[in-house]
């Protein structure tokens, strides 16, 4: 990328650690991380016009989450703390990761974008 004066660098974080979800301190810490990997590196390869960003997604539903954590409690929350009153599935996702990527994206760098629906 450098040598090409050209590139984008998607990072994926969480919007685990924002929320203070407890019981998976490792989790979380890492997540937290690529906020800090993400804005260290927009700032490094800047100059080479290399772009940098992370996508912090909510929960969405891949058939992992569904299988694992789902329940009708965690259902219920959901659908009461996003702004969004649906599901969000892996598509989703992938749209936003193809628009950072592209040239349509060409200004934004050095940023977190959260994809949770609006959780609060």
Do not use: H
């Not at 998607?10 to 924002?18: D, Y």
């Not at 800090?36 to 992370?54: K, M």
């Not at 599935?89 to 974008?113: G, H, K, M, W």
């Amino acid at each position: 990328m450098q040598a090409a004066n050209t590139g984008t660098i998607i990072n994926f974080g969480s919007v685990s650690w924002m929320a203070a979800q407890g019981g998976m301190a490792a989790y979380t810490a890492a997540k937290s991380a690529v906020l800090g990997l993400t804005r260290s590196l927009a700032r490094d390869y800047g100059p080479y016009n290399i772009r940098v960003n992370a996508i912090a997604p909510g929960w969405i539903m891949t058939q992992r989450q569904i299988e694992k954590w789902l329940t009708p409690e965690n259902e219920r929350e959901l659908m009461q703390r996003q702004c969004l009153k649906r599901k969000f599935v892996p598509d989703e996702i992938a749209r936003f990761t193809v628009f950072l990527a592209s040239d349509e994206a060409s200004a934004c760098t050095n940023q977190q974008y959260i994809v949770d629906g609006g959780w609060v």
